[in-house]
């Protein structure tokens, strides 16, 4: 898994469908793992092909669609609600996005995906549906994501939106820091709140 | 709280950490990798329950995959020094039933699991909440996690319930209401008189669907309601820890002056039996209700509604009271209770199940399965023509064999109706226990008042 995440300019794959649930972004019945790897291959699984067989790829589903690729993938509101399951994350990293812009995500998703260097980019409804149309329109054009200076751009427009993040997370995924080296610096002071 | 990051999150200390099969395996790799133990493994709890088989518990598990990680659970377990209540064990269940049935549960603790329903905690008034993989690993490295404060909502529910309508009729109105995102970033106190009057088994089922409408925690002030619950139990406080527990337990309640970032108040008598009809569980309508017609629904929300509408094979503006169904399945850490299972069992008595639909029973816990048998209850669902099978998550996520086949309507107790949710191409249906006995009687979508 690629650590650390800054600048990321890419074209771009649009999913406008929304309340995308972690259940379609991994089924259940693909958790079986006990590894973090290879997820990729299942991810919108029945979405993508009939009947889950993979000679048979649904046409209409942007990811079997040749004209879209990247890195970003757009998608529609509420994106990553309901089981916790982290796989949702790893599936989307590990078939080779960094970023997922969306103008809602749920909680938990978010985090995961956080923690996996994978960048939730959170704009407003207005924008999303303007990157919907240029994708659309022209899957070659590349959309840059600039962590250091927070904002997602449309590069031939000079479009630009500003995204949120809190400067902790900032920084641990520019260095390519995670939480539980934080924490396990912390174990003294864990102790001591122990003892309270 | 141990600490908090300027501009950042804050380090929160976890009390009890849940974990299963099924998210924790990469997170204990992650450990060996690291080299590290499990800071507090008497702050742990494990058990097996999301890809269990629910019929022969005693014979290995027949699916590879499924036993490679009851195993691998099994053997971190025994590493790490972890208590687990696995398969054969009297404890073992659904790990949102058995950590409140145990009286592991208790008012003040914050508890993690990973799993989403872990909000089911919160009717205790403790802080709970699902988290993912990485943070399971955070949780038994350090016992602790970064989290952000969540913005406060408060619903109060005030006034008594309609006949034929149970505490998974409020919850399912509330997201019908405010929608399967509605209270994201929040946690969600519930309050009021309706809240008050239910029992624990009750309002579990409603803090249990707090992430069905985003809310990254729901909770219910402690009261005498909670005290009695947890009076008692394997590992409630005794003695003179018990005293000073339940003093502690009695100042956890909102100030009569807190502020809340968003206020929601909901009359009771306002709600009927519900229904959900689409495919997530912020589309739900009362019994009697009809699917939103396309004049109703937001010009672009329309392509995800129909979409939603052609998996169900619903049609817009249609009632759906009177369609057939295919399965019933009552179950899963939303309704697999014992007070589940009696409610069921006082309406069905004497009745038998429609010759159109297979009727599963999966209870929550061993605890709850032998207090069913004990209270007779088992009989009335064999005479009625149900399978009380063994428990465990089953037909709610589809893991183990019990899957709905394709196309098929299950009228389902469990929390969600996302596509595939009960296997792929099933279509459910979520409502209360008492309007799925209604339906595995009539064989059809059923307004249970009319039955009782």
Known sequence: MGKSINIIESTAVPVTIENIDTDQIIPARFLKATTRDGFGKNLFRDWRYENG??????????????????????????????????????????????????????????????????????????????????????????????????????????????????????????NGYDDIDYLLNMKAEIEAFEKQ | MVKTIAGGPSVLYIDKHFIHEVTSPQAFKGLEQRGLKVFRPKQVVATADHNVPT??????????????????????????????????????????????????????????????????????????????????????????????????????????????????????????????????????????????NLSMEARMTICNMSIEMGARCGMIAPDETTVAYIKGREFAPQGNAWEKAVSNWSTLYSDADAVFDKELHIKAEDIEPMITYGTNPGMGIGITGHVPALSEIDEREKPSFEKSLLYMGLNPGEHIKGRKVDYVFIGSCTNSRIEDLRMVASFVKGKKKAGNVEVWVVPGSRQVEKQAIEEGIHKVFEDAGFILRQPGCSACLGMNEDKIPAGKYCISTSNRNFEGRQGPGARTLLVSPLTAAAAAVTGEITDVRELI
């Open chain 1, 53 to 174: 067989d993979e000679q048979k790829p649904k046409p209409d589903f942007p990811l079997n669609n040749t004209a879209y690729s990247g890195k970003i993938l757009i998608a529609g509101k509420n994106f990553g609600c309901g089981s916790s399951r982290e796989h949702a994350a790893w599936a989307i990293k590990d078939y080779g996005f960094d970023v997922v812009v969306s103008s809602f995500f749920a909680d938990i998703f978010k985090n995961n995906a956080l923690n996996n260097f994978l960048l939730p980019v959170l704009v407003p409804e207005s924008f999303l549906q303007e990157l919907f149309e240029l994708v659309h329109q022209d899957p070659a054009a590349e959309i840059e994501v600039n962590l250091e200076n927070q904002y997602i751009k449309i590069v031939a427009t000079g479009a630009k939106e500003s995204f949120e993040i809190n400067s902790y997370k900032k920084t641990c995924l520019l």
């Open chain 2, 55 to 196: 019929l022969n518990q005693h014979l290995p598990i027949k699916e590879a995959l499924s036993r490679i990680q009851v195993e691998q659970l099994k053997k971190n377990c025994a590493e790490f020094g972890i208590e687990l209540y696995g398969l054969g064990h009297p404890y073992q269940g659904i790990v949102h039933v058995i950590g409140p049935e145990l009286g592991i549960t208790q008012p003040g603790m914050t508890i993690v699991c990973g799993d989403s329903h872990t909000s089911t905690h919160g009717a205790f008034g403790t802080i709970a909440f699902g988290i993912g993989t990485s943070e399971v690993e955070m949780v038994l490295a350090t016992q602790c996690l970064m989290q952000t404060r969540p913005k406060l909502m408060r619903i109060n529910v005030e006034g008594n319930l309609n006949k034929g309508v149970v505490s998974k009729d409020i919850i399912l109105y509330i997201i019908a209401q405010i929608s399967a995102s509605g209270a994201t970033g929040y946690a969600v106190e519930y309050a009021g008189s309706a809240i008050r």
